[in-house]
């Protein structure tokens, strides 16, 4: 696909900041289509005929970031295939397609990849929360998420990650003047709020 029809936000936060909580309001009122690299890697992990399912499940349950070719690999490819069927928002209104993506970049490499060989973002938007909070609402919902990396010893692996992986990512497109950063300790619509006012300041 052209990246000139195309519009990527990047959705930023440490686990359990509320991603894909807000992502589903944005999706709602802005016609982006969400990808979360995450949902992405969980799906290709249990897809009959993967090659990737074991690499994948160690990666998630450590809290380890997957090698990058696979996840930009399922992200490309969705992306490839959400406009082909035409489900990307705007793209009927010869309006630029919006993709969300969810969780991705975690890693500076990886930013750079996807920036040079699929498509620069516009725009990041950052959620910001302290740990407490976001251990006991990822630690609530380990009590029926299933997901193998929600438990009390994948959780403190994951911040580990975080702080010291993915915020430089977050630092590096700072310098750049694209991140929106938003207070995640509200509720999810105060925190929505500031999302909205956050993103149409920058024309979205
Ligand atoms: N909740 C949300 N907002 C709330 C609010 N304002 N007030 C009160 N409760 C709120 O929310 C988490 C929980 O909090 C939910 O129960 C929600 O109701 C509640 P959610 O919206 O799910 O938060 P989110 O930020 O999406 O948390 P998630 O756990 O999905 O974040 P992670 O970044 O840890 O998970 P992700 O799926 O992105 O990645 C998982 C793993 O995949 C990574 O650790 C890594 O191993 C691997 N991965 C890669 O290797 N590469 C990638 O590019 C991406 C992932
Ligand atoms: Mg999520």
């Known amino acids: 696909f052209s990246t000139t029809d195309v519009t990527v ?9 509320g991603k894909g909580t807000q992502s589903a309001n944005l999706v709602k009122d802005y ?14 992990q249990v897809r009959e ?7 994948i499940k160690s990666y998630i349950r450590e809290g380890q970031i997957v090698p990058m070719e696979v996840t930009v690999k399922l992200l490309s490819n969705a992306m490839a295939e959400s406009l082909a069927a035409g489900s990307a928002a705007g793209a009927e209104k010869g309006h630029k397609a919006r993709f969300l993506i969810d969780g991705f970049p975690r890693k500076l490499d990886q930013a750079v990849f ?7 973002s516009e725009l990041v938007l950052f959620l910001d929360c302290p740990e407490e909070v976001m ?11 299933g997901r193998d990396d929600d438990n009390a010893e994948s959780i403190r692996k994951r911040f580990r990650t975080f702080v010291e992986t993915s915020m430089p990512v977050v630092h ?8 929106v950063s938003v207070k995640a300790t509200g509720s999810v619509d105060e925190v929505y709020a500031v999302v909205k006012a956050g993103i149409e300041a920058r024309g979205l």
Do not use: I
Request: proline share 4%; hydrophobic share 35%.
């Open 135 to 145: 251990e006991a609402r990822l630690l609530k919902r380990g009590e029926t998420s």
């Open 114 to 120: 996807f920036e040079d060989t699929v498509c620069p």
């Open 172 to 179: 590096a497109f700072e310098k750049q003047d694209k991140v």
């Open 31 to 44: 016609g982006f289509v969400h990808l979360s690299a995450g949902d992405l890697l969980r799906a290709e």
């Open 9 to 17: 936000v990047f959705f930023l936060g440490g686990p359990g900041s």
């Open 49 to 55: 005929g993967s090659q990737y399912g074991e690499l």
